[in-house]
């Protein structure tokens, strides 16, 4: 068994309404899988759009505005997420009538969760809500419902959202990230001091926990 000095620690800051965030996760672990390190991965919070209203936007027309991606670009964009999504097994089902959410409440659940050890399963669990169901992220009770599909007590999550009793922690590990200058996601720290912006792609991955390995020998 491994050291713990032996394990590599990845910190990952994501939202999970960022495409892209599943995509480099999911390639990470491709590569984490071929190489066998021996690793223990912890998420963190960020909000795409801090300021999104409760009601949301339709993802298009939020993409427009903040990118000023035309309506081709988009089908573009949306396309090729599809294709390497399913090359690593996760599927994406754009719609013209999606929408983008405020998901701040959706962080405040994955600390709670943290708390019982199921952080990761939930955060796997909201990005298949999002991108492949299509629920909506902004009701505290698709919320609720989620995390009960992972294991966690329904009731227990829609307390936890009606009382917004970690909302402080949530917004202060937000802002330590902001402070370290992360602008953008999904950002992976490696052992503590090497940041990767971006999904990097399999390949890139694997380089670089060769790099680490050589490094930690």
Request: with cysteine; net charge negative; proline share 4%.
């Amino acid at each position: 068994m491994p050291s713990p000095s032996q394990t590599l620690r990845i910190d990952i800051v994501s939202d999970v309404v960022c495409p892209w965030c599943i995509i480099g996760y999911r390639q990470l672990a491709q590569a984490l899988e071929a190489s066998g390190s021996a690793h223990e991965i912890h998420w963190h919070p960020f909000e795409l759009n801090p300021d999104m209203p409760a009601a949301g936007q339709n993802l298009r027309e939020h993409v427009a505005e903040k990118y000023g991606t035309t309506k081709a670009q988009s089908a573009d964009s949306r396309s090729r997420m599809s294709e390497i999504g399913a090359d690593l097994g996760f599927e994406f089902r754009f719609a013209d009538d999606m929408r983008m959410h405020n998901t701040f409440n959706a962080h405040q659940l994955l600390h709670w969760a943290d708390r019982h050890g199921r952080m990761h399963d939930l955060e796997q669990a909201l990005f298949a809500a999002h991108f492949t169901q299509r629920r909506n992220l902004s009701d505290p009770a698709v919320l609720a419902d989620v995390a009960a599909e992972v294991g966690l007590e329904r009731g227990d999550a829609l307390a936890v959202l009606a009382d917004q009793r970690f909302a402080a922690d949530v917004r202060a590990a937000e802002h330590a990230w902001l402070s370290q200058g992360i602008r953008g996601v999904p950002a992976m720290i490696f052992n503590r001091r090497h940041l990767v912006t971006g999904a990097q792609g399999v390949e890139n991955y694997r380089r670089i926990l060769a790099q680490l390995a050589e490094m930690a020998d």
